[in-house]
């Protein structure tokens, strides 16, 4: 048999996920030999506090605090530590060195990837992030390789387990956000500060990194618009249930033509097409595969003109999971290397532009509590026909107040897609009628 080479693999961050990927270097080093056609020898790992305990028992000659020495000597470097910087800096560095790298950093990627892209370019060597969407699922090599050939027009993703655990807790408890929250934070799926999550900026980073890919430009997380999930209460989400819906925190990435219909139409020759790329709560069919995705997990639904819908699903964080994800970026650059190249990497030929909020095209739950008298109904759809939003669904349901014995009315419409412009118009203009007590709710829905 013929001797293999020797791939020096330099590892940055011994954390959750890099003390996973160093253990799998060091206990599978045959496999992984025999699957990328050279042996992967961990060179040394980066840390900040050489004393800090590991999860996983390693030679303790492997460990250094000087990151930059490390990377300039490795074939291939693995940045596992977060953050902009010193991450940033150290991938440019191991780049222009000539190494191939790969990065579980979905910070850095949404915030500067154009960066990264160019120099990865110009040094002719591998950049790989899998790990930095949904954890251990393939989502963006089946987007960048599998669907090359086709044309992707929507992508629906369920891309924080965090917030997931959250509403799926509210949707079979009942509970209040709070009380989900501190749940959440009591079983370790959601952190001490959970800003990051609740408030959609961890899924609006995978967000603009997943519409990227499949829209072949690069987005970045300036482009995302961004809503969390922390205003939703108990009272949406039973209000939802009533209704047959389900709320979860999409990252949504679809393309749309200027009047807002779906297309498929890679760039429109009057230039006028552009990606809506968003996170915000939304209602889902109880029916839609999305719904199905419980607690943690992740799951990505992607529709493509010739593939049809397709769905992704598995743990989207954790040390193991997200390893093996970084394990399958590892074995690709380094067979890149033995093949010598790194081989066509994602395009950017699209070059559409983000579309404002305001542009979105969706279908919408509006909640109305209004005045039990004849005639609201009928001046209600009036003024939504006259803002152009046609109503699919209009259901409603009478209360009487034990001790004034008043009646009033709780209102629930879903309608048919329609522009965040025409929409919100039309619930100003709902707020002015003088039979509405109050809105209750505005929630977006996708999947009717
Ligand atoms: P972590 O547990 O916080 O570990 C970070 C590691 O990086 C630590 O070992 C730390 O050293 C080291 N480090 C931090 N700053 C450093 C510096 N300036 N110089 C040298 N070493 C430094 O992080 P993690 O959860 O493993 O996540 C790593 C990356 O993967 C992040 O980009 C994260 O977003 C991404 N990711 C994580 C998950 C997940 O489930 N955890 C899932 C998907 C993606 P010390 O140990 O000495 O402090």
Same mark, same amino acid.
Request: glycine share 6%; charged share 20%.
């Given at each position: 048999m013929t001797e293999l080479r020797t791939l020096k693999v330099a590892l940055l961050g011994c954390g959750n996920v890099g003390a996973q990927v160093a253990r799998i270097l060091l206990d599978d080093a045959d496999m992984l030999a025999s699957r990328a056609g050279a042996r992967l020898e961990l060179a040394g790992i980066a840390v900040r506090n050489l004393d800090a305990p590991r999860e996983v028992e390693l030679p303790r000659g492997l460990f250094t605090t000087d990151a930059e020495t490390l990377v300039k000597d490795a074939d291939l470097v693995i940045e596992l530590m977060g953050g902009i910087e010193p991450a940033r800096t150290l991938?440019?560095?191991?780049?222009?060195?000539? *190494?191939? $790298?790969?990065?579980?950093?979905? @910070?850095? &990627? +949404?915030?500067?990837? =154009?960066? /990264?892209?160019?120099?990865? #370019?110009? *040094?002719? $060597?591998?950049?790989?992030?899998? @790990?930095? &969407? +949904?954890?251990?699922? =393939?989502? /963006?090599?089946?987007?960048? #390789?599998?669907?090359?050939g086709d044309r992707i027009t929507r992508v629906l993703g369920i891309v924080n387990g965090t917030t997931n655990f959250i509403l799926d807790q509210m949707d079979s408890t009942g509970a209040q956000f709070a009380d989900a929250l501190a749940e959440a934070q009591r079983l370790g799926y959601a952190e001490a500060d959970p800003t990051a999550d609740v408030e959609g900026y961890d899924a609006a980073s995978k967000a603009?990194?997943?519409?990227?890919?499949?829209?072949?430009t690069r987005f970045s997380l300036d482009d995302v618009y961004c809503e969390g999930i922390s205003s939703v209460t108990a009272a949406d989400i039973a209000a939802a249930k009533d209704a047959g819906f389900v709320i979860k925190l999409l990252a949504i990435a679809e393309k749309l033509t200027a009047e807002g219909t779906k297309t498929g139409t890679e760039t429109g020759a009057d230039g006028n097409i552009g990606v809506s790329v968003r996170v915000h709560p939304t209602l889902l069919p109880r029916e839609?595969?999305?719904?199905?995705?419980r607690g943690a997990f992740n799951a990505v639904f992607i529709e493509a003109e010739n593939a049809g819908e397709l769905m992704f699903y598995g743990q989207g964080a954790g040390g193991k999971p997200t390893a093996s994800a970084v394990m399958g970026d590892l074995i690709s650059a380094a067979r890149s290397i033995v093949l010598g190249g790194p081989g066509r990497a994602e395009t950017t030929t699209g070059q559409v532009s983000a579309l404002p909020i305001a542009a979105a095209v969706t279908s919408y739950y509006i909640g109305l509590d209004v005045a039990d008298q004849p005639g609201v109904l009928a001046k209600i759809a009036?003024?939504?026909?006259?803002?152009?939003?046609?109503?699919?669904?209009?259901?409603?349901?009478?209360?009487?107040?034990?001790?004034?014995n008043i009646e009033s009315a709780e209102l629930r419409i879903v309608t048919h897609r329609a522009s965040e412009a025409a929409l919100a118009a039309t619930v100003e203009a709902v707020k002015g009628l003088d039979v509405i007590n109050s809105v209750t709710s505005v929630l977006r829905v996708e999947g009717v």
């Open positions: 991938i440019l560095t191991a780049m222009r060195n000539g *190494a191939c $790298v790969v990065t579980g950093n979905k @910070a850095l &990627v +949404a915030k500067d990837g =154009p960066t /990264l892209h160019e120099e990865a #370019d110009k *040094a002719g $060597v591998q950049l790989s992030y899998e @790990a930095a &969407v +949904a954890g251990a699922i =393939p989502i /963006l090599r089946p987007i960048r #390789d599998s669907l090359s603009a990194i997943l519409a990227s890919l499949s829209f072949h839609h595969p999305l719904a199905a995705v009036r003024l939504f026909a006259d803002h152009g939003v046609s109503i699919e669904i209009m259901r409603q349901t009478i209360h009487r107040d034990a001790d004034s």
